[in-house]
């Protein structure tokens, strides 16, 4: 369908929806939901079409597992979503999918590290080739747990099982950073991280940080501080950074500039 292959959203919802006037079904509905939540956005019109596939069809683990998706997404509403996530391994105890979206929902959440850790792990059992459930129990490691080296190894597995994994290099690079002070480690990561995705302002933020608090390289650390303005200018934090650099070096006019730009755009406030 358009969703799919030209993610075509306006289309395939107009196509569900004739499909769905000639024939009623649950599988039009939970596509046509699933192009609501992904394609625009709309988590109240896609919850509906959810529930709608769930009425047709109570045995439906995946539209259980969409709805909880939306809820999640959409809603923030994660006792819902925790709900529906759990119907769906009630219905399919082999669901990796569901597992790994119960636990985001436990850790990003309600904080449950522990029982996010264990969902994230139950789904790396049932597929364990599934480098988003090395990534996010990697996020649990790190920021539930402060277990850095077990961070790094999950978001390590998840980059050997997917070498284009962005955020896993980024989530990594932000470990040695911030946790174990690998300056020379992290800043290998973001450099991979923006390789990848070039338009990111935050890993240029990150990176400016490694090279200024943990390098020393101010000049480095300006530039990319520079090119993150560039690409996100109302980050009030990005000229804050770049004005350390600039006092750091001693031109005060142009760190004076910054400070007075981070101030207006309501940094420290």
Same mark, same amino acid.
């Given at each position: 369908?358009?969703? =799919? %292959?030209? @993610?075509?959203?306006?289309?395939?919802?107009?196509?569900?929806?004739?499909?769905?006037?000639?024939?009623?079904?649950?599988?039009?509905?939970?596509?046509?939901?699933?192009? =609501?939540?992904?394609? @625009?956005?709309?988590?109240?019109?896609?919850?509906?079409?959810?529930?709608?596939?769930?009425?047709?069809?109570?045995? $439906?683990?995946?539209?259980?597992?969409?709805?909880?998706?939306?809820?999640?997404?959409?809603?923030?509403?994660?006792?819902?979503?925790?709900?529906? $996530?759990?119907?769906?391994?009630?219905?399919?105890?082999?669901?990796? $999918?569901?597992?790994?979206?119960?636990?985001?929902?436990? %850790?990003?959440?309600?904080?449950?590290?522990?029982?996010?850790?264990?969902?994230?792990?139950?789904?790396?059992?049932?597929?364990?080739?599934?480098?988003?459930?090395?990534?996010?129990?990697?996020?649990?490691?790190?920021?539930?747990?402060?277990?850095?080296?077990?961070?790094?190894?999950?978001?390590?597995?998840?980059?050997?099982?997917?070498?284009?994994?962005?955020?896993?290099?980024?989530?990594?690079?932000?470990? =040695?950073?911030?946790?174990?002070?690998?300056?020379?480690?992290?800043?290998?990561?973001?450099?991979?991280?923006?390789?990848?995705?070039?338009?990111?302002?935050?890993?240029?933020?990150?990176?400016?940080?490694?090279?200024?608090? %943990?390098?020393?390289?101010?000049?480095?650390?300006?530039?990319?501080?520079?090119?993150?303005?560039?690409?996100?200018?109302?980050?009030?934090?990005?000229?804050?950074?770049? %004005?350390?650099?600039?006092?750091? @070096?001693?031109?005060?006019?142009?760190?004076?500039?910054?400070?007075?730009?981070?101030?207006?755009?309501?940094?420290?406030?």
């Amino acid at each position: 369908m358009y969703q =799919y %292959g030209k @993610k075509d959203y306006d289309n395939a919802i107009a196509d569900y929806t004739q499909a769905i006037r000639l024939n009623p079904n649950f599988a039009a509905y939970n596509n046509r939901g699933d192009a =609501y939540r992904e394609g @625009k956005k709309d988590y109240d019109r896609a919850i509906a079409d959810y529930t709608q596939a769930i009425r047709l069809d109570p045995n $439906f683990a995946g539209a259980y597992n969409n709805r909880g998706v939306a809820y999640r997404e959409g809603k923030k509403d994660y006792d819902r979503a925790i709900a529906d $996530f759990s119907e769906a391994i009630r219905l399919d105890p082999n669901y990796a $999918f569901a597992y790994n979206n119960r636990g985001v929902a436990y %850790g990003e959440g309600k904080k449950d590290y522990d029982r996010a850790i264990a969902d994230y792990s139950e789904a790396i059992r049932l597929d364990p080739n599934y480098a988003f459930a090395y990534n996010n129990r990697g996020v649990a490691y790190r920021e539930g747990k402060k277990d850095y080296d077990r961070a790094i190894a999950d978001y390590t597995q998840a980059i050997r099982l997917d070498p284009n994994f962005a955020g896993a290099y980024y989530s990594r690079g932000n470990v =040695y950073q911030y946790g174990k002070k690998e300056y020379d480690h992290a800043i290998a990561d973001y450099t991979e991280v923006i390789r990848l995705d070039p338009n990111y302002a935050g890993t240029y933020y990150n990176r400016g940080d490694a090279y200024q608090y %943990g390098k020393k390289d101010y000049d480095s650390a300006i530039a990319d501080y520079t090119q993150g303005i560039r690409l996100d200018p109302n980050y009030a934090t990005g000229y804050n950074s770049r %004005g350390i650099a600039y006092q750091a @070096k001693g031109d005060t006019a142009r760190a004076n500039a910054d400070f007075a730009k981070a101030k207006e755009l309501g940094y420290g406030q």
